[in-house]
């Protein structure tokens, strides 16, 4: 079943092509950034984090920029697969702030 | 697997009842926060506890209340349901005191349903 709404942003990607999820976040003080994935009827799974002293940061097959500039925050997913589909979330906050979530970017992967 | 766990996966009850959801933090991790997830409102931050304390509080109704027990596990209670509460409440657990700078990790949640 669907664990979260239904109106969210949609990006399809072809099976094998690069995925670009893009973030804006408003709080300029926030310094830490992680980015969610969560799958039909289960938790957000952590993929990768980053801190404001950094501005790129790579994983396996994923990298995450950060602009502190215009607060914009990507996650890159190389050579996406149907595994990959899932509803993408960046979160962040700063000192001890809870962390704050987005809506939220569902990937479709279409084989 | 994410090494929490929650319990149970599914909640069916009428709205004025009270219930009670647990979770497990992962092997070693003293913090644990409950969020809720609905359609319209996203993940949304409850409440925080670190070592059986209170840390930190978000947007949780005075009808719901949470502890932590000794053995780090947490309870999330929720009374005088309604309509409304209906949602996926999630808890997430990590190894620091705050949450800043720290990655949490999910468990699977569980699935209110008030009728």
């Known amino acids: 079943g669907e664990s979260v709404g239904l109106h969210l942003p949609t990006l399809s990607v072809q099976e094998g092509d690069n995925s670009i999820i893009n973030c804006a976040y408003s709080?300029?003080?926030?310094?830490?950034f992680i980015w969610y994935k969560q799958e039909s009827g289960k938790g957000p799974q952590f993929i990768i984090d980053?801190?404001?002293?950094?501005d790129k940061r790579q994983g396996q097959r994923v990298t995450v920029l950060l602009n502190k500039t215009v607060k914009h925050l990507s996650l890159q997913i190389a050579a996406t697969q149907p595994g990959d589909s899932a509803v993408y979330f960046c979160?962040?906050?700063?000192?001890?702030?809870?962390?704050?979530f987005g809506k939220g970017t569902r990937l479709s992967v279409i084989a | 697997d994410s090494g929490v766990t929650q319990t149970p996966k599914h909640l069916i009850t009428a709205t004025g009842q009270r219930v009670t959801l647990r979770c497990s933090p992962r092997?070693?991790?003293?913090?644990v926060y409950w969020y809720q997830q609905s359609l319209d409102q996203g993940l949304q931050f409850l409440i925080q506890y670190y070592n059986g304390e209170e840390r930190a509080k978000g947007n949780i109704l005075e009808r719901f209340s949470a502890q932590q027990f000794p053995d780090l596990h947490s309870e999330l209670n929720l009374s005088s349901l309604e309509l409304g509460d209906s949602a996926l409440y999630f808890c997430?657990?990590?190894?620091?005191?705050?949450?800043?700078?720290?990655?949490?990790?999910f468990g699977p949640g569980t699935r209110l349903l008030v009728l």
């Open positions: 709080n300029s003080a926030s310094d830490y």
């Open positions: 980053i801190r404001s002293n950094m």
């Open positions: 997430a657990s990590s190894s620091t005191p705050t949450s800043g700078g720290a990655s949490q990790y």
């Open positions: 092997s070693g991790d003293l913090s």
């Open positions: 979160a962040e906050n700063s000192g001890n702030t809870p962390l704050v």
